[in-house]
């Protein structure tokens, strides 16, 4: 879907350029477009790949064990059904102490991962089960204690202070998460399910 909406952008780009007189413009936008895309992937990619090695040696190390531990009597009111001993609790805590760091990239494939657990766990059939659906709104909706690629992204941009957002950020994505969890448990009690 997205690769004609893109080709849509393009051709009515290069079709209003052309009737417009402004084709130099377009094309002149383009290959600046681009350049900035690599530079800003470049700028990112060095963030990117510190906190993704953080998590790592995190996971190596034993912090995800204990992380897990403090998230225990919140998982287990949040994920009915899973041990908080199971490697789908594991990589549950994974994802969300992923997304706490905002470090919204590396959280997508532990978020997968925990996914495919719960999935093999909980053993749906056809639709998402009620854990699969609460991690699906944890993982989009995260409490985001440190913001890191909106900071970097910030600093790319040339911010003196890409980290002065952070109230803003405590106080949305904890209002979200908030409302997201709300959500999950009034639908889960009209469905019928426990």
Do not use: H
Request: charged share 15%; with cysteine; net charge positive.
């Amino acid at each position: 879907m997205m690769k004609w909406i893109m080709g849509g952008l393009i051709s009515v780009s290069v079709i209003v350029g052309i009737i417009t007189g402004n084709i130099s413009e377009v094309s002149n936008a383009a290959i600046d477009s681009g350049t900035k895309a690599a530079q800003l992937s470049l700028a990112l990619l060095g963030t990117m790949g510190l906190w993704g090695g953080l998590m790592r040696i995190a996971e190596k190390s034993g912090l995800t064990n204990v992380i897990s531990k403090l998230f225990r009597p919140v998982a287990k009111f949040l994920f009915k059904g899973i041990s908080p001993d199971s490697e789908a609790f594991r990589a549950i805590s994974m994802n969300i102490t992923a997304n706490l760091l905002g470090l919204g990239n590396a959280a997508t494939p532990l978020g997968i991962d925990a996914m495919k657990k719960l999935e093999k766990a909980d053993n749906p059939g056809e639709t998402a089960s009620r854990n699969m659906i609460m991690l699906a709104v944890l993982n989009t909706a995260s409490i985001q204690i440190l913001p890191t690629t909106v900071a970097a992204l910030r600093l790319a941009y040339g911010s003196q202070t890409p980290l002065d957002i952070l109230p803003a950020v405590l106080l949305t994505s904890l209002c979200s998460v908030c409302v997201g969890i709300t959500l999950v448990f009034v639908f889960d009690k009209k469905g019928g399910r426990t």
